[in-house]
């Protein structure tokens, strides 16, 4: 007879406690869609990190395994499969440091497979692991499952992670999603890969309004975390370092109470006007619109449609409608000739360009005209006259955008009237230097044709 010799080694594996308050609720949270909204350091990445480490273990969340009546008064469950994602790597090297700190009992003894190039800790021979990976539109997340699935820093991602991938990721055992982020501004518009910079902050407020159960909403500041200096954030946030609206977003976690009267252009319908990109015809006429400037010159094209429709281009469009099938916005460094140079190949038959302001950049239109590319002031002269005919082209739905134009969408949706200390609008446009492109489609109004009521017949232009 053999005798089986080999020692059994025995691990404890210790998670760490959420501190108390919003992370605490978070983790014990059992709701099957969750939404924390929090300041920078707030401590969510480590509350997501706790979140899966019980996931992982089979330890009920909800009790942190001390018993309930979930878990039938045993701390225990069924163990689970977790994908966590983020953005970026430095997000997700902090949520690997907490796992595999707290895993590492395991993976020394080889109970726990750990493979550090993609990001896995797994139990052999099973489906039990968490996977950490970084993600920022559908197809970088495709390919996967879960039973639990938390997305970091989601306002920098598109938000075809959800409604394209994730969903389906869920399928398999009615998954737990779980998202975190901070309110974004348009000083991460660079970095974010979301089309709507807004659509975490949207999801969040439209998940507070839920009365099924199935989703629960978390909102917590800097100041929650009672691992950080009370020092430091004080000295930081009132020594006037740091902008007020820094300060809101970054560390208060509050977002803008926008009302949809704020929006400069709120009348635009992304449901129906951000359409899918199709080849234009060469028989379209196309427009552009310019703004001047060395640091920030741009440009945007349009295209007037006509009939019969292209293939794969939306049903709805009507002719005479207008769709922004190119954006141009290169920074600085560029001479007048190399910018002529992209305009020609993006537009070689382009009817009319306008751009700048009438009363003092005519000699940048000059210049322009110097080079080959010929371009008028606007017809009309006021921004807010300029902004109503926009806003008349979108009530018309006479306006549409591609969809991977995503400088101009972001700044259609972050575009905002100044507010008084009432929450009135007043006629000024907040930090209007900003909207470039948007300048370009204001100069482009003011030459494009605007239907009340719209009838089937030839398109106009205003002619120089």
């Keep these: 007879m053999v005798t089986d010799t080999s020692e059994v080694s025995k691990i404890k594996i210790e998670i760490p406690r959420p501190y108390k308050g919003w992370q605490d609720e978070f983790v014990r949270c059992t709701a099957l869609r969750q939404v924390g909204k929090g300041g920078r350091r707030g401590g969510k990445t480590e509350a997501m990190a706790i979140k899966a480490l019980c996931a992982f273990q089979g330890k009920c969340n909800a009790c942190l395994g001390e018993g309930c009546v979930l878990c039938d008064n045993t701390g225990k469950k069924a163990p689970m499969r977790v994908l966590y994602a983020a953005p970026t790597s430095e997000q997700l090297d902090k949520f690997w440091h907490v796992v595999t700190e707290a895993l590492y009992p395991g993976i020394e003894i080889g109970y726990f497979k750990k493979d550090e190039t993609r990001k896995i800790i797994e139990v052999p021979r099973t489906e039990i692991r968490i996977k950490a990976k970084t993600a920022w539109n559908a197809n970088t997340l495709r390919g996967d499952y879960a039973q639990l699935l938390e997305l970091d820093e989601y306002q920098s991602m598109n938000e075809d992670v959800w409604e394209e991938v994730s969903q389906a990721t869920l399928l398999d055992y009615n998954g737990t999603a779980v998202f975190c982020f901070t309110p974004p501004s348009l000083k991460n518009e660079g970095v974010s890969k979301a089309k709507d910079p807004r659509h975490a902050s949207k999801l969040y407020n439209k998940c507070q309004n839920d009365t099924t159960g199935r989703w629960r909403t978390f909102h917590f500041t800097s100041y929650d975390n009672p691992t950080l200096s009370k020092t430091a954030l004080r000295e930081l946030t009132e020594a006037g370092d740091m902008s007020q609206d820094t300060l809101r977003r970054e560390i208060l976690a509050e977002d803008d109470e926008i009302?949809?009267?704020?929006?400069?252009?709120?009348?635009?319908?992304?449901?129906?006007?951000?359409?899918?990109?199709?080849?234009?015809?060469?028989?379209?006429?196309?427009?552009?619109?310019?703004?001047?400037?060395?640091?920030?010159?741009?440009?945007?094209?349009?295209?007037?449609?006509?009939?019969?429709?292209p293939p794969n281009a939306p049903p709805y469009l009507r002719y005479g409608d207008y769709v922004a099938f190119a954006e141009y916005s290169p920074g600085a460094g560029f001479s007048t000739s190399q910018h002529i140079d992209r305009f020609k190949e993006i537009a070689p038959k382009c009817e009319v360009s306008v751009g700048g302001n009438v009363t003092n950049e005519e000699e940048f239109r000059v210049i322009y005209r110097t080079w080959g590319w010929r371009i008028r002031a606007p017809s009309i002269t006021k921004v807010n006259a300029q902004i109503d005919r926009v806003i008349s082209l979108m009530e018309n739905r006479q306006f549409y955008?591609?969809?991977?134009?995503?400088?101009?969408?972001?700044?259609?949706?972050?575009?905002?009237?100044?507010?008084?200390?009432?929450?009135?609008?007043?006629?000024?446009?907040?930090?209007?230097?900003?909207?470039?492109?948007?300048?370009?489609?204001?100069?482009?109004?003011?030459?494009?044709?605007?239907?009340?009521?719209?009838?089937?017949?030839?398109?106009?232009?205003?002619?120089?």
Excluded at 264 to 277: H, L, Q, S
Excluded at 291 to 302: C, E, Y
């Design 401 to 464: 955008v591609f969809e991977d134009l995503h400088k101009l969408l972001v700044q259609l949706a972050e575009c905002l009237w100044v507010v008084d200390e009432e929450k009135r609008t007043t006629n000024k446009i907040r930090d209007e230097a900003k909207y470039h492109l948007l300048a370009c489609l204001r100069y482009l109004a003011s030459i494009l044709t605007i239907k009340s009521a719209y009838e089937e017949q030839a398109p106009k232009v205003y002619n120089e």
């Design 259 to 309: 009302e949809t009267s704020w929006l400069v252009y709120g009348k635009f319908d992304e449901t129906m006007c951000k359409i899918k990109r199709f080849t234009i015809p060469e028989n379209w006429l196309v427009f552009s619109g310019h703004d001047f400037g060395a640091a920030n010159p741009a440009g945007l094209f349009v295209a007037q449609v006509k009939l019969p429709l």
